[in-house]
């Protein structure tokens, strides 16, 4: 029964007492009909503070009950939703999911857990191509081809300072993976990433800025991918990586998008332990004109799966990476040393390297250098909003004799030169590409000591 009841209740008590002392001092003198009214005054007096505590009794039964019904209720949540079982033993927490020390329930973790979850980013592109190659007879009668481009399914997110990435791509008759890692947040500026990654060599991620690449993509030493450990370190103004590859791959076939050994034929030789790094340092940091110059350097163990023997490899490059308003550029120069052990009979001057599926020999050793520059701009053309203009020129000087169809020849100064442009129109996108190629290892035309030429267009719609 609360204060207020009973306050009220005395009230009343006095009152009927008051009442009641008046009623007796005046029956003693009042007359006989007079007193006959007093007593029937007195009996609805009682009858009223009967009816008064039987409804306060139903009030204090009322309150009782509903006092009841919540405490239930508090207890049942408390119960099932903030109690739980951990490896230390039972965690009570109280009614805002925390425990009594105020560290967060096992449930409110979880609960982080799954939203972050649910920060899962899924995307992918679709792409169609058309491409007409001067030095194909068919492609010449045709006026071009169509074709399927590639379908690509990406995953990234990131939980609890654990970031992870995967690529796969399909193509016609054969996909793969393009990266896939889990990695550690150690800092703000350091990040470990296990698995297929991106490797720190060269100019920038890609080291291109077109569609079709350039010679130190298709040798390996641009916008290559291998399998192992790496970590970075971002500090603004200098960026450094350092890495350990168990392998060039996860796999030892060719079908993969980065270039490297494939052991496979005569040319029986794999990349493995092998050691890697990047450091850089950004002049003009976090404006609109900055250059970033950098070393990268790798190199490991090159064995070979026939003579069970093992020879080395090594390569070096310098780089330059630079945003100028709207133009920007790509510099690199690398030098590159394989030393194997293959059988007797099998030539050391060249090396066996493959991806998509296909396989090609470059220079066990050689020179590469490569310049490329962008003009990137805002457009109002029909549904397209920004356009950019490229050109991607390579070079590859080898030293000694190098022969990539296996002829037993000398080819020398292999070129390849993409100028182009890139339309965007979010989510859709068109690349213009006109490629040119001279001994360009088999990729525009055939080593003949002429330029030729592919004609190419890709469509594309990424989600």
Same mark, same amino acid.
């Given at each position: 029964?609360?204060?207020?009841? $009973?306050?009220?209740? =005395?009230?009343?008590?006095?009152?009927?007492?008051?009442?009641?002392?008046?009623?007796?001092?005046?029956? !003693?003198?009042?007359?006989? %009909?007079?007193?006959?009214?007093?007593?029937? =005054? +007195?009996?609805?007096?009682?009858?009223?503070? %009967?009816?008064?505590?039987?409804?306060?009794?139903?009030?204090?039964?009322?309150?009782q009950e509903s006092t009841q019904d919540t405490g239930t209720s508090q207890s049942s949540q408390n119960t099932s939703n903030s109690t739980q079982?951990?490896?230390?033993?039972?965690?009570?927490?109280?009614?805002?999911?925390?425990?009594?020390?105020?560290?967060?329930?096992?449930?409110?973790?979880?609960?982080?857990?799954?939203?972050? &979850?649910?920060?899962?980013?899924?995307?992918?592109?679709?792409?169609?191509?058309?491409?007409? $190659?001067?030095?194909?007879?068919?492609?010449?009668?045709?006026?071009?081809?169509?074709? *399927?481009?590639?379908?690509?399914?990406?995953?990234?997110?990131?939980?609890?300072?654990?970031?992870?990435?995967?690529?796969? +791509?399909?193509?016609?008759?054969?996909?793969?993976?393009?990266?896939?890692?889990?990695?550690?947040?150690?800092?703000?500026?350091?990040?470990?990433?296990?698995?297929?990654?991106?490797?720190?060599?060269?100019?920038?991620?890609?080291?291109?800025?077109?569609?079709?690449?350039?010679?130190?993509?298709?040798?390996?030493?641009?916008?290559? %991918?291998?399998?192992?450990?790496k970590w970075e370190h971002d500090a603004g103004k200098w960026t450094s990586s350092l890495a350990f590859f168990k392998n060039s791959q996860l796999?030892?076939?060719?079908?993969?998008?980065?270039?490297?050994?494939?052991?496979?034929?005569?040319?029986?030789?794999? !990349?493995?332990?092998?050691?890697?790094? +990047?450091?850089?340092?950004?002049?003009?940091?976090?404006?609109?004109?900055?250059?970033?110059?950098?070393?990268? #350097? +790798?190199?490991?163990? *090159?064995?070979?799966?026939?003579?069970?023997?093992? #020879?080395?490899?090594?390569?070096?490059? &310098?780089?330059?990476?630079?945003?100028?308003?709207?133009?920007?550029? =790509?510099?690199? !120069?690398?030098?590159?040393?394989?030393?194997?052990?293959?059988?007797?009979?099998?030539?050391?001057?060249?090396?066996?390297?493959?991806?998509?599926?296909?396989?090609? &020999?470059?220079?066990?050793?050689?020179?590469?250098?490569? !310049?490329?520059?962008?003009?990137?701009?805002?457009?109002?053309?029909?549904?397209?909003?920004?356009?950019?203009?490229?050109?991607?020129?390579?070079?590859?000087?080898?030293?000694?004799?190098?022969?990539?169809?296996?002829?037993?020849?000398?080819?020398?100064?292999?070129?390849?030169?993409?100028?182009?442009?890139? &339309?965007?129109?979010?989510?859709?996108?068109?690349?213009?590409?006109?490629?040119?190629?001279?001994?360009?290892?088999? *990729?525009?035309?055939?080593?003949?000591?002429?330029?030729?030429?592919?004609?190419?267009?890709?469509?594309?719609?990424?989600?």
């Open positions: 029964m609360t204060s207020q009841s $009973d306050s009220r209740r =005395l009230k009343i008590l006095v009152l009927s007492l008051s009442i009641s002392t008046a009623m007796a001092a005046t029956a !003693a003198q009042a007359a006989p %009909q007079d007193q006959q009214t007093i007593e029937a =005054l +007195r009996a609805q007096l009682q009858q009223m503070q %009967q009816r008064l505590d039987r409804l306060e009794q139903q009030q204090a039964a009322a309150s079982q951990s490896g230390g033993g039972q965690q009570v927490a109280n009614s805002e999911g925390r425990t009594q020390s105020g560290v967060p329930s096992t449930a409110e973790e979880n609960q982080s857990a799954i939203e972050q &979850l649910q920060q899962t980013k899924i995307g992918g592109t679709l792409e169609l191509s058309t491409h007409f $190659d001067d030095w194909n007879e068919g492609s010449r009668d045709r006026a071009g081809d169509m074709d *399927f481009g590639k379908f690509i399914l990406t995953v990234d997110g990131e939980v609890n300072d654990i970031p992870y990435s995967m690529e796969y +791509r399909f193509y016609d008759g054969y996909q793969f993976l393009h990266h896939g890692w889990v990695g550690y947040n150690a800092s703000d500026e350091d990040t470990f990433q296990l698995g297929l990654v991106q490797s720190p060599f060269g100019s920038s991620e890609f080291g291109y800025m077109g569609w079709y690449g350039n010679l130190p993509y298709y040798m390996g030493f641009a916008d290559n %991918q291998n399998a192992g450990l796999g030892t076939g060719n079908e993969h998008y980065g270039t490297n050994p494939v052991p496979e034929g005569d040319q029986d030789n794999r !990349a493995v332990n092998q050691l890697a790094g +990047r450091f850089g340092y950004t002049f003009g940091y976090d404006t609109d004109y900055s250059t970033e110059l950098a070393i990268s #350097g +790798r190199g490991g163990q *090159f064995y070979n799966d026939t003579t069970n023997d093992s #020879g080395d490899n090594w390569a070096t490059a &310098l780089s330059l990476n630079g945003k100028y308003g709207n133009w920007s550029t =790509l510099l690199q !120069a690398t030098h590159y040393e394989y030393h194997a052990k293959n059988p007797t009979g099998v030539s050391r001057d060249t090396v066996q390297v493959g991806s998509f599926g296909g396989n090609w &020999l470059i220079p066990a050793t050689a020179q590469i250098y490569s !310049a490329s520059l962008g003009y990137d701009m805002d457009v109002d053309w029909g549904p397209f909003s920004s356009v950019t203009f490229f050109n991607d020129y390579s070079y590859v000087s080898p030293d000694g004799d190098y022969d990539f169809a296996g002829n037993g020849g000398s080819i020398q100064d292999p070129q390849l030169n993409d100028v182009g442009m890139l &339309l965007s129109a979010d989510p859709f996108y068109v690349w213009f590409d006109i490629v040119t190629g001279k001994n360009a290892l088999g *990729f525009i035309g055939p080593a003949d000591d002429q330029w030729h030429t592919s004609i190419q267009s890709n469509f594309g719609v990424t989600f």
